[in-house]
Structure formats: C-alpha cells, structure tokens
C-alpha cells in the first residue's frame, strides 16, 4: 500500500508504481532495475546578467529517464520548487505516458529553480538562452526534444529554438515543439491537451452511460486546459457548473456561461472579479466536493487526497493536470466505484500534438487544424480502448491499466534492443 506522505515525493510514488505493475508484468531483475533507472541527467549552474547590472547563478536540470523507444520528449518548467527528484519523476511519467499512447519518444523532462514571475522579460530571455547553451549536448531533434510546462510558453520555446540553431548554424524547428505557428509550430498545439481531456471524457462517459448533453460538470483550474477543457464541453452541451483559479471558484448549479466568463477573465485577470455578479463564490476545496457528472481536476497535483476522496460526489473523475490524485485518495475513490481516467492517458493530448509538430518538421508540411484533431482523436480514442481492456481483463483500476501498457511497451523495446556491448 502507499505510504500517504509520499504525496509530495514524487519520485517514490512513480517507484512505486514501478514496483506494483513490475510485479504484475513479472519483469525480471535485471530489466526491472534497468527500467527503474533514469538513463542521463544533468545538472547545471549558469550565470545570468540581471537587468540592474548584477550577475545571478540559476540551477538548471534535464533529465532523461528512457530512449529506448526514441528521443526523449518532455517539458521545461520554470518554478522555485523544480529539483531533480521532481524532474527525474516527470521524466519517468513522461516514459510511460508516450508509450500508452504509442508514439516513438521516450520520456525526458527539464527545468530551472527560479520565480519566473519576478524576472523581467530581457532577464527570462537571457535565462533562456543560457540554459539553452548550458544543455545544448544534450538535446536536439533526434535526441530530446523540449516542450513547454509550467510557467513556459511559446515564446520561451522560440529563444530555445533560436540559440540551439545559432550554435548549429541553421534552423533546426524541431529541437522544440510548442513554438509559435509562425516558427514551425503546429495548428491546434494550445487546445490540445484540453481536447485530449475532452476526447478521453467522451469516452469515458460512452462506457458508463452518462449522456454529455446536460451533464453537470466541475472543473478546477482555468488556464490553458482547463479553459480549453470547458468550451469543449460546452459546445457539447454539457452544462458546466462550476471553474476556478488560483483565486477561488464560481458555482451555478443551472450552468454557466462559459465564453463570457473566460473572456471576462482575459480582461481583468480573475475568474472571482470577472463573475461576481453571475454565479456564487466559492473555494477550491469546495468546489472539488460539489454534486455532479465529472470532476475534472486541472490545476494542481495533490488535489484529490484521503482528507477529501471520501466526500467526492461525481460518477467520472478526468485528470488533466499531473498528479492531482494521491496513491490513496486513488484507493478510496476505486473502493467507491468512481471511475477515474488517470493523468498519463486523459492530459496526453498535449504530448501526441507535440509528436505532430515534430514530424511536421521534419517533413516540412503544416496539416490543417482539421487533420490534427482528426489524427488526435483517433490516438485517444484507441488508447482509452486499450487501457480499458487491461483494467476490465485484469480486473485492476484505470490507472493501473495505463502502467500496465505503458511500462510494458517500454519493457519489451529495452529487451529487444538488448545491451551494448
């Protein structure tokens, strides 16, 4: 069983996973230990010019954790708590997250201590560029291949871009994914990872019967998928209930008006501002423990705990942050017969839209918005498929299922590829 206070050590909860589908897969030692194994890390001190004349040492980190079925692929994270545990866990999570939906990447994740909120725009592109330099070795299209996450954005991934192609010599698109459209990035990027949670909620939904039309729907977290999740939803006629952000939620049991609020967001910057006069005011904690369809939790990981997974009122939970549900809050809520699609399979539509716009650059073609969500929806809904067929034949959770897969498929390609020499 979880130990609950590795809530906040990632790194031994994604072990642990490890640990429980090894034994399920009867792995044995040698390929167990090698799959438990991070494959590279790295770990750099860089100084930066700050823009009053002084000179700051950052710590920067990228951690690759398995190629064996292809280049790594994972984000970048700009935040004060990134450390290499966290991003060693990332990276492991990003493994078995590209595996279950299979497509060729390993998993790699990467990051700076830093708070991104109070540097400057000339101090985050100078941090950028250096960092970039710093880890140059390491990555690259057929190598690693970088991404946007917390507090990064497109324009971030254009500097990455840059200075890798300025120490190259030529443009190399590919070194990153989520750039700007106008730099190679693909149609559709920004949605995808709210699309994916939609898509993998249409299923879900599908397999118990909740019809979407009319289905009352919380979810926490407003920014890039949660606010992509909600207009999805909307415009399927589900009646989103309540939102939030960092600042709190609204709630209106007849539904609100997605559209109006998410754009009165943009313009005053706080869901509680923008809303005060169409819905009521209430708390993240609340808003989690609200009657209703599906919970789609999107802000925050450690969200769902054993505090709270008991007073969970909703049929289907949908995970589209990382890790918004502990090990034993997983536990009480499959005891209660609440059925959850975990994070690596319901927010991966972020990492499959990443893989298009790799090979859009590689084959120099841009597809049409169309022809991603076409290509997404596909991946999903096979995926879903499978993972649903493990936990029904095994008789184990969703998410187990998803490590099942996904861990499985890594294990196969790192015993065919064998050890050299």
Known sequence: MFEEENRNKPLETAMQQVDIVAAKLHLDVGLYDKIRHTKRELIVHFPVKMDDGSIKVFTGFRVQHNLARGPGK?????HPDVD???VRALATWMTWKTAIVNIPFGGAKGGVQCDSKSLSAQELERMT???????AMMIGPERDILAPDLYTNPQIMAWIM????????YSVPGVVTGKPVELGGSLGRFEATGKGVFIATQEAARHLNIPLA???VVIQG?????AATARYFEGAGARVIAISDSKGGIYDKK?????EILDCKKSCSCLLEAAQKQADAITNEELLE????ILVPAALENQLTEKNAGRIKARLVVEGANGPTTPLADAILNDRGIFLVPDILANSGGVIVSYFEWVQNLQELLWTEQDVFDRLTLIMQRSFQEVLDIAQKEKVDMRTAALILGIGRVAAATRLRGIYP
Do not use: P
Request: with cysteine; charged share 30%; proline share 0%.
């Open 74 to 78: 994972g984000g970048i994270r700009y």
């Open 84 to 86: 290499l545990d966290s």
């Open 129 to 135: 560029r250096r960092f970039t330099w710093e880890i």
């Open 162 to 169: 840059d200075t890798y192609s300025t120490i190259k010599g």
């Open 214 to 216: 009319g289905a009352r």
């Open 222 to 226: 407003s920014g890039n998928v949660g």
């Open 255 to 259: 539904g609100l008006n997605v559209k």
């Open 290 to 293: 609200l009657d209703c369809d």
